[in-house]
């Protein structure tokens, strides 16, 4: 089989946060990120609107040659990726593979909390899927998983506003009702890429013994030892150092926006 790049999608830019761990951990393979911008936000929109983005999205990496995909959004994740594994990829492309975020960042937390009070920020999709409760529920049947959506947290991101003032009320809102529902809660989630970008404002408004999850490096970890685990996988990804970025809406805009997630200029192409 002919080799090709890892594939990294999200519908926006928090994908580059994942984008960006793996390549710091596993700088020698080919890259290329999809941002489905022009369909952007998939946190309030339905499961099989998702899945269909998702799917096509998916589908277009595959085009571009990537035998492997990583659904670096946590919406696609929670409502696409099963349905894509069980029931798309056995008929349509049966060696490649799909990997998503949840299960990586469900696997390491029961082993971070200390009391097993577990909180998630994320979209009003990721939570309405309780995604994140049934993958830490069973692994770690013995923790309190409490979810809250956090609708303006993309937004503050994407609009630049991330580190100003004016973010300050939404963040301390969200943060004081997740620890009035469960004021045990000793370890949070930031179940969704953009919310990195928050992490100043996250932690001064969060108490001291709290542990805040990115998921960057837990799943960059997790793919290196997904790709140890399957050398048959791993042999067809390509080793050129590359890393290509795609968007469905303007290229202009989503360079300028990307140099907010990355430290580098970028070149975008439309797809």
């Not at 998983?145 to 003032?165: H, I, Q, R, S």
């Not at 837990?218 to 140890?228: M, R, T």
Request: hydrophobic letters at 35%.
């Amino acid at each position: 089989m002919n080799e090709g790049p890892i594939g990294v999608f999200d519908s926006g830019y928090g994908g580059l946060t994942i984008l960006d761990a793996i390549r710091r951990h596993m700088p020698k393979y080919d890259y290329v990120y999809f941002g489905d911008n022009a369909r952007a936000p998939y946190g309030t929109r339905s499961f099989e609107v998702v899945y269909q983005y998702t799917l096509e999205a998916v589908e277009k990496l595959f085009a571009l040659g990537c035998p492997l995909v990583i659904l670096g959004c946590n919406t696609a994740s929670a409502k696409a990726l099963r349905t894509i594994q069980q029931h798309y990829l056995p008929e349509h492309a049966p060696n490649n593979r799909v990997l998503g975020v949840i299960r990586p960042t469900a696997e390491v937390v029961g082993t971070i909390t200390r009391n097993g009070h577990i909180g998630v920020l994320a979209t009003e999709g990721t939570i309405k899927s309780e995604s994140y409760n049934m993958e830490i529920l069973k692994l770690f049947p013995n923790s309190k998983v409490t979810g809250l959506a956090c609708p303006m947290w993309v937004p503050l991101v994407e609009n630049g506003e991330y580190d100003k003032p004016s973010a300050d009320y939404f963040v301390q809102e969200r943060i004081n009702t997740l620890l009035q529902t469960d004021p045990l809660i000793d370890t949070i989630i930031l179940g969704c890429t953009h919310y990195p970008l928050l992490m100043e404002k996250i932690r001064k408004f969060c108490p001291s013994n709290i542990s805040i999850l990115t998921q960057g490096q837990y799943i960059a970890h997790s793919l290196k030892n997904y790709l140890l685990r399957h050398p048959e996988m791993e042999c067809r990804i390509k080793n050129g150092a590359t890393c290509r970025y795609f968007t469905s809406e303007s290229p202009e805009r989503f360079s300028g926006n990307a140099s907010l997630f990355l430290n580098e200029q970028i070149e975008v192409e439309r797809l």
